[in-house]
């Protein structure tokens, strides 16, 4: 009777010692320098309409005195109180595809929403990402994503009031 009572515990022993070395191993793989890491950096940050129109904020903003920040999550910029959790919760995971920022004192200026509607996530957000930027005092200007550069440029003047150095707060 004590010999499977001693031979049970010793094949449990010999499991759980196998499944600690199989877990240690399987780290110390993944942390080899000589595994291949399934990460890399990608060769563009933004798709090539969205670069293109970076490219014109770019200028615009230099001009201004402004910085353009690409993809920025509306929680990077926009406060919502610690008592009302689910406004948070709305716009956790939402974000602009552009942020005009005073290059002075990197407060936000203008959050720039490219309109596409081959993507349902952001034509189903946009509606939420105007009212809670216009409800912060935040200028919100909206582009179709092959808009022209003359449109953007005309869209900014309108929305930023022109030529002021750090544009304006208000809404659209």
């Known amino acids: 009777m ?7 515990a010793g094949v449990l022993v010999v499991f759980v010692l196998v499944v600690v ?3 240690v191993f399987k780290r110390l793989r993944i942390n080899d320098p000589g595994v291949e890491c399934p990460y890399s950096v990608k060769f563009f ?16 903003a230099e001009e201004r005195g402004m910085v353009v920040f690409p993809r920025v999550r ?28 005073d ?10 929403f490219l309109r596409d509607s081959s993507i349902r996530s952001k034509v189903a957000s946009e509606e939420l990402i105007r ?7 935040l200028t ?9 550069r003359e449109g953007i440029i ?11 150095r750090g544009g304006r707060q208000g809404t659209s």
């Open 2 to 8: 004590w010999f499977y009572l001693v031979l049970g």
């Open 154 to 164: 005309e869209g900014l003047d309108i929305h930023l009031g022109g030529g002021e």
């Open 74 to 101: 509306l929680t990077d910029f926009l406060w919502t109180p610690r008592q009302n959790r689910n406004a948070f919760l709305n716009i956790q995971n939402k974000f602009v595809d552009f942020l005009l920022v």
């Open 21 to 23: 070395l199989y877990y």
């Open 131 to 137: 009212t809670a930027c216009n409800s912060a005092g």
């Open 103 to 112: 290059s002075d004192k990197l407060r936000p200026v203008a959050a720039v």
């Open 140 to 148: 919100f200007i909206e582009f179709e994503r092959e808009e022209s």
């Open 45 to 60: 940050l933004l798709p090539k309409a969205d670069r293109i129109v970076y490219e014109i904020l770019r200028g615009y």
